[in-house]
Structures are given as C-alpha cells and as structure tokens.
Nanobody
Framework: QVQLVESGGGLVQDGGSLRLSCAASGRTVSMYAMGWFRQAPGKEREFIAAISWSGGITYYADSVKGRFTISRDNAENTVYLVMNDLKVEDTAFYYC??????????????????WGQGTQVTVSS
C-alpha cells in the first residue's frame, strides 16, 4: 500500500505563489506516474497536472499551464506542485495521486489508484 500526504497549502493573495508537496510512504512510487487534482466546493474533481515516472513527461490542464509546474524527486519519494500567479479561481482542495499501472500519467482521476487526503489552497482577492 502507498500512503500519500500533501502539505504546503494555505491562504495566499491573488498573484501569490505556493509550493505543494506530496510525500509518499509505504513503498516507493518511483515507477508510478503521479498527478495533482483539485476540487472546489460544489464542483467535480479536476485534473491539474501529471508527471511520468522519470519526470521527463508532464501534462497540464489549460487553466494552469504556464503558471503551475509539477516535478518529482524519486530519491525523496516526493512530488511537488509549484503554483505561481495564483488566482481566486484556483481556490480548492488539492490532492495528489499515484497511478501504479502507468509510467506516463493520465488526466483521468479514475486511472489513479492511491490518493492523499488533500490540502486546502485559498486565494484571496
């Protein structure tokens, strides 16, 4: 089993930045694709970014492209999401996820096998 724990969320002003971390334990996720999703109140869970096992391939939702960067440190069993130029509409609960069946990642939440508990990101105007 894999446990994922997100951290780094918080309250930030419009235009600010945050770095989210997702620490994995239980087993190494170095051969798993990893992803970040978010969910705002009353909305469905939304794909944000994904990264291949090596970190060489990344995917982003159009809404965050150019502002968010996903990366990973396999030696630390950790995935990161750097969020710049945050907007009020980025306010949501952010989750990381691991896809044990894929090396390259997916935009579909159903493809992921392990999920963290999430961390709240609130952007104020």
């Amino acid at each position: 089993q894999v446990q994922l724990v997100e951290s780094g969320g918080g309250l930030v002003q419009d235009g600010g930045s945050l770095r989210l971390s997702c620490a994995a334990s239980g087993r190494t996720v170095s051969m798993y694709a990893m992803g970040w999703f978010r969910q705002a109140p009353g909305k469905e869970r939304e794909f944000i970014a994904a990264i291949s096992w090596s970190g060489g391939i990344t995917y982003y939702a159009d809404s965050v492209k150019g502002r968010f960067t996903i990366s990973r440190d396999n030696a630390e069993n950790t995935v990161y999401l750097v969020m710049n130029d945050l907007k009020v509409e980025d306010t949501a609960f952010y989750y990381c996820a691991a896809d044990r069946d894929s090396l390259y990642g997916s935009r579909r939440a159903n493809d992921y096998d392990y999920w963290g508990q999430g961390t709240q990101v609130t952007v104020s105007s």
